[in-house]
């Protein structure tokens, strides 16, 4: 071997590193005399966190930390440093065509009279993403550094992205793509299936569908010279990682009933399943606790249009919004369901701050609200070894706070994401 061949190999990979890192060192911070709370383990009352190239370097009390000399020196004294907040469900960044004015009859008539627009199960949600400064802003004003984005459309939805909320670069975003499918017990306008008993048979129908097609596919790869070749169908390939692969497939459920019918296609199917939105899984929280099927619990305290607490009356609808639904959290902790919170159905982050002080107020531990918008929607989301608490080799999305993260009167005063301050 040529003597030089060795350091000649030791420095391509250096430059593969370099380049799948984006070929470019992030800088590196110190800060010092801070509370850490890292949600995994106890807080640190008196700690240094060190972020180095967009990962957290350590992370401990300060009299064992050594400060790096290349590193800026951040004062953290009153402060206390949590995760950053996660959302496993929102729509964000997803810009909806508007009419110029209000429909009228015609249009409905016209639109009525077009044949429905179809399922995506293979549609990319990243690919529509149009992130904006001023929202991405707003988000990380109230300590939310990732968002799994999901498709708002359809009953087979199509698939999210796991998204770091920095800038508006939608690829420099994307922490995992895709993420799951995601399926809804809506109905389709203008054509089958326009009931929801015809949803239901629609979706069993399609995995029935592809569940036959794989094993199509699979004996013609065993024998190609022995029969015809089989008619592509993209739908059931987008199916099949999710139906045979067993990636995670999440279904929105928007009252109980949606829970129980999702439960009985998940077993049907051997489906790897969460269950999302979810705001009446307290009528369901027995059932929930024998089924290991993980929650995205939606922070709207909204009733269903089509619930009795919304049929009866005004009065009753509203004490519904204010005291039973924000207790749903709280039920589904004292049951030991497992869930994640998320912001489906909220403006924004302030709002979704609020909510999480209803729930408090209604039951839940904040150490509980904390887990649920951290360290818990990292595990469902399969990002649990980078995202979700603050420990050394994690992604260093950091929010340094001035008082307890989810107290009325905190205020969040600095805000890393891949270990750059957001400027908001």
Request: with cysteine; proline share 8%; glycine share 8%.
């Amino acid at each position: 071997m040529h003597p030089l061949r060795p350091i000649l190999i030791l420095a391509l990979a250096g430059l593969a590193i370099a380049a799948a890192a984006g070929g470019e060192v992030g800088p590196t911070y110190a800060v010092r005399n801070l509370k850490v709370v890292p949600v995994v383990g106890p807080p640190i009352e008196k700690a240094v966190l060190i972020i180095r190239d967009g990962l957290i370097e350590s992370v401990g009390p300060a009299e064992k930390a050594v400060l790096p000399d290349d590193a800026e020196i951040v004062e953290g004294e009153g402060l206390t440093a949590y995760p950053g907040l996660i959302t496993a469900h929102s729509n964000l960044f997803l810009e909806e065509t508007r009419p110029a004015q209000a429909p009228t009859p015609a249009d409905f008539a016209a639109a009525a009279s077009q044949p429905p627009q179809p399922d995506q199960p293979d549609l990319l949600v990243f690919k529509l993403l149009k992130p904006k400064k001023a929202a991405v802003d707003a988000l990380l004003k109230a300590g939310i550094t990732t968002a799994l984005i999901v498709p708002s459309r359809g009953i087979f939805q199509g698939q999210s992205v796991l998204v770091n909320l920095i800038g508006e670069d939608a690829e420099a975003m994307v922490v995992r793509n895709p993420v799951a499918l995601h399926i809804n017990f809506t109905t389709a306008r203008g054509g089958y299936p326009s009931s929801l008993m015809g949803t239901i048979a629609y979706i069993r129908q399609k995995f029935l569908d592809a569940d036959y097609y794989a094993d199509v596919q699979a004996v013609y790869a065993q024998n190609p010279g022995r029969m015809k070749r089989p008619a592509y169908d993209p739908f059931a390939e987008a199916l099949i990682p999710y139906l045979r692969g067993k990636k995670p497939v999440v279904f929105q459920c928007n009252n109980r009933e949606e829970i129980k019918r999702a439960l009985k296609i998940i077993d049907e199917f051997k489906l790897h399943a969460l269950l999302t939105h979810a705001n009446e899984a307290w009528r369901e929280a027995a059932v929930l606790k024998k089924a290991p099927i993980p929650l995205l619990v939606t922070l709207d305290f909204r009733p269903p249009r089509t619930s009795a607490f919304v049929t009866q009356g005004e009065e009753l609808r509203k004490k519904a919004e204010a005291e039973i639904f924000p207790a749903n959290p709280a039920v589904l902790a004292k049951e030991g369901v497992p869930f994640a919170l998320t912001s489906l159905g909220i403006g924004d982050g302030g709002a979704l701050i609020k909510a999480v002080q209803t729930a408090v107020k209604a039951g839940l531990s904040k150490d509980e609200a904390l887990r649920a918008l951290t360290i818990r929607p990292a595990e469902f989301l399969g990002v649990s070894s980078s995202l979700g608490s603050l420990e050394a080799g994690k992604i260093a999305n950091v929010v340094l706070a001035k008082g307890d993260l989810f107290d009325e009167k905190t205020q969040i005063v600095r805000v890393f994401v891949d270990g750059i301050p957001a400027k908001f």
